[in-house]
């Protein structure tokens, strides 16, 4: 698959998808928008219960702790993103629920 370095990373085994992330020190940031349906893609609820996830990122594989964002936090993280990839408040806009930001941080 290929995967653009600071763009997109892949969850290695739970989606065939590249997720666009944000780069916020040494973790990837992800979003489970998707596209704004109502409801969470498969993938958030895959990757927050495997103990151990990885990502693709360009040609490497890169061992990650996902963990889930919420409250302030969270809510500055979509900003930001939103600056980045406008896209991203058509999402928000779209649905009533709580849009899911994942903090993939290396481990190793």
């Given amino acids: 698959m290929a995967v653009l370095p ?3 990373v892949s969850l ?4 065939s998808d590249p997720l666009d992330y944000l780069p916020d020190g040494e973790r990837f ?3 489970g928008t998707k596209g704004g349906a109502p409801t969470d893609p498969h993938w958030v609820r895959n990757v927050l219960a495997d103990a151990e996830p990885s990502v693709e990122l360009g040609d490497r594989v890169v061992a990650v702790r996902a963990v889930e964002i919420t ?3 969270a809510d500055e993280l ?3 993103q939103v600056e980045r990839r406008p896209g991203f ?4 806009r779209k649905t009533s629920r709580w849009i899911p930001v ?4 290396p481990v190793g």
Avoid: M
């Fill in 29 to 31: 940031v992800v979003f």
């Fill in 89 to 92: 408040a058509e999402y928000k």
């Fill in 78 to 80: 979509y900003a930001r």
């Fill in 71 to 73: 409250g302030p936090e």
């Fill in 12 to 15: 290695v085994g739970l989606t």
């Fill in 6 to 8: 600071g763009v997109s």
């Fill in 102 to 105: 994942i903090a993939l941080e």
